[in-house]
């Protein structure tokens, strides 16, 4: 159980699907937080969720009638999504579950489909412990006030990928999440962890993170689709000077080991995790960086997480996500926690 549970708040200028608040999910599964799960909105990936509830139970609930809703049918939502709500917020007064996730809440409250007033009373009265997450596009002020962490998600290219696409004749992208924000390493926990799900073999290789039991790293060993591999050094002081070689020769090998993986062709989705960081502080060559996304299988989905992209990088990639820093806990105080950022 957590010792104090926050508000999350995800939202956007844009309808692309967030995949961090499911990040958060396999993370707080991996350290046994248990997390219920609602979306109001579908991707096509989200036909992986139930195997993974299953895969994670009991730390794992998924509102099957939320995933089950047709986003094409207007009439089907309206009628459908108050009762979700409703399902979510007894769920989260219960407190039986240390995560509660209403993934798209916002985009449903936008539309007229939930009561802001409702909205703003569950945020008031939720348990203590319970961490509450809602994401969606258009956040009110209302509710934004009222929340612990706000990140806005800014999305620069054309629309996610076509999973049901197949064959020789498909191509994936390489999609950079970038920025100031809370959310880019479990955006790709929260994609890698449904694409395994619905069987696409999937690498989740992370540069500056030192091997031990993370909750992602706990709970990705579970899924039988997603490997995971950490290879950084430790601690990195990008003031310590002359101190810097051991985290070169770490992120050289991670990077020889990522172009291995990358070329054998064994996995649909690749995540190369913190990798922006890496060629940030000069542990890496982003021009190398760029060479490969021209090169790279395009049977392969590649993601780049990480702050401060390199211009390089972002020109070569096919879509760029910016997880900009609207407002977060380390500005009251509250440091990081187990289940929830590690």
């Known amino acids: 159980m957590l010792e104090k549970g926050l508000i999350q708040i995800y939202t956007s200028d844009s309808d692309r699907f967030n995949f961090a608040p499911l990040g958060l999910a396999l993370r707080a599964a991996g350290q046994k937080l248990r997390s219920r799960i609602t979306c109001f909105f579908g991707h096509e990936l989200m036909d992986g969720l139930p195997l993974a509830a299953e895969i994670f139970k009991p730390y794992l609930h998924v509102d099957a009638s939320a995933h089950h809703l047709d986003a094409r049918d207007e009439e089907t939502l309206k009628t459908a999504v108050p009762g979700s709500f409703r399902s979510a917020a007894e769920a989260c007064r219960g407190g039986d579950f240390d995560l509660v996730i209403l993934n798209g809440a916002v985009s449903a409250l936008g539309r007229g489909w939930i009561c802001l007033e409702d909205v703003c009373r569950l945020m008031e009265d939720k348990p203590d412990h319970v961490e509450l997450v809602l994401s969606g596009r258009g956040a009110p002020r209302e509710i934004l006030d009222r929340a612990d962490l706000v990140t806005e998600m800014a999305v620069s290219g054309p629309s996610d990928v076509p999973w049901t696409e197949s064959g020789p004749d498909a191509a994936y992208p390489v999609d950079v999440i970038t920025g100031n924000g809370k959310g880019k390493t479990t955006y790709c926990l929260g994609k890698a962890m449904l694409a395994s799900c619905m069987g696409f073999r999937s690498a989740f290789l992370q540069f500056m993170k030192f091997p031990q039991q993370y909750g992602e790293v706990m709970a990705i060993e579970k899924l039988p689709y997603l490997t995971i591999k950490s290879m950084g050094a430790?601690?990195?002081?990008?003031?310590?000077?002359?101190?810097?070689?051991?985290?070169?020769l770490a992120a050289k090998q991670a990077w020889e080991h990522c172009l291995r993986e990358i070329f054998s062709l064994k996995y649909g989705l690749v995540a190369l995790d913190e990798i922006n960081t890496a060629g940030h502080y000069g542990l890496l060559n982003p021009r190398r960086v760029r060479e490969m996304l021209f090169l790279k299988p395009r049977s392969v989905h590649l993601l780049l997480s990480g702050r401060n992209a390199h211009p390089d990088v972002i020109e070569a990639a096919d879509t760029v996500l910016e997880m900009r820093e609207i407002k977060h806990p380390y500005q009251k105080g509250i440091k990081?926690?187990?289940?929830?950022?590690f």
């Not at 430790?234 to 101190?243: I, K, N, V, Y």
């Not at 990081?336 to 950022?341: D, S």
């Open 336 to 341: 990081a926690r187990r289940g929830i950022e």
């Open 234 to 248: 430790g601690f990195l002081d990008p003031d310590a000077e002359g101190r810097q070689e051991k985290h070169r």
